[in-house]
């Protein structure tokens, strides 16, 4: 039985401005997604205040849906948007970053999908000191992009503005 393994298809030495600036980058990225999750089940939470007011009570049982709704919410809008053409996220999109598989190719719905429950429970599993493992590998990926296999990268716009910079710089 034979397989291929694929080299790392993003080398820091040889392309240094695909990971400059990037875990920066990353948490704006991160506060932005957030907000945009976060509007909408804030939105929900506020309609069924009012709808439990106007039952007299009774519609203040849906709460109970609130949480598994703004998990599935989280899940689907994470799996869609790294999922998509420009495999990344809103806020990945406004801070110019992409994600990508080791091996170069653009992420899909369950990767995407994944991607987010695992930075959740490793979050939640192992504390936030878990996010310091970016400091100490050249990649500068975090746990969950270790274990799932990708990794976050400016994007070709980005890369070839810093591409120029440092060029014009010598």
Known sequence: ???DLKPHAYDPARNPE?????LARRVVAFLIDFVIISAPVALAAMFIFAFGVVTLGLGFALYWLLPPAA????????????????????????????MRTWYGAPAYFVLGAVH????????ST???????????????RLLHDIVLGTVVINNARRAATLRTSAAGSY
């Not at 987010?116 to 979050?123: L, Q, T």
């Not at 192992?126 to 100490?136: E, G, Y």
């Open 126 to 140: 192992l504390t936030p000191f878990i996010l310091l493992v970016a400091f100490f590998n050249e990649r500068r």
């Open 116 to 123: 987010a429950i695992a930075f959740w429970v490793s979050i």
């Open 71 to 98: 998990v599935i919410w989280a899940v689907v809008y994470f799996g869609a948007t790294l999922g998509g053409p420009a495999s990344a996220t809103i806020g990945m999109r406004v801070m110019d970053l992409e």
């Open 18 to 22: 695909l990971f400059e600036g990037v």
């Open 1 to 3: 039985m034979t397989f």
